[in-house]
């Protein structure tokens, strides 16, 4: 089993910023593809930005040259630095993470960010 646990999220206004972390508790990330997700309401949940164990990163036409993902596998911990936040990323935000290893995908609670003047 493995544990996500999401935090960073918040209330900020528009051009600001927020880091997002994704730690797994008692399994190893740096074998996994680590996806963030975002679901804002009424809508589906959609991808936001990818890397996979080996740091290749892809983002959502909408976030790119404003979100970084990283990955710090000495701490277990994956990032979602947001830069420029606009309010249409307001949206409660997923880690996901999957692993050829673990047979299956896991999701983590989710944290809110809220971008609001």
């Known amino acids: 089993q493995v544990r996500l646990v999401e935090s960073g999220g918040g209330l900020v206004q528009p051009g600001g910023s927020l880091r997002l972390s994704c730690s797994a508790a008692?399994?190893?990330?740096?074998?996994?593809?680590v996806a963030w997700h975002r679901q804002a309401p009424g809508k589906q949940r959609e991808l936001v930005a990818r890397i996979t164990s080996g740091g290749s990163a892809n983002y959502a036409d909408s976030v790119k040259g404003r979100f970084t993902i990283s990955r710090d596998n000495a701490k277990n911990t994956v990032y979602l630095q947001m830069n420029s936040l606009k309010p249409e990323d307001t949206a409660v935000y997923y880690c996901?993470?999957?692993?050829?290893?673990?047979?299956?995908?896991?999701w983590g609670q989710g944290t809110q960010v809220a971008v609001d003047s």
């Open positions: 008692t399994s190893t990330l740096s074998i996994a593809t």
């Open positions: 996901n993470a999957a692993s050829a290893a673990w047979f299956r995908a896991y």
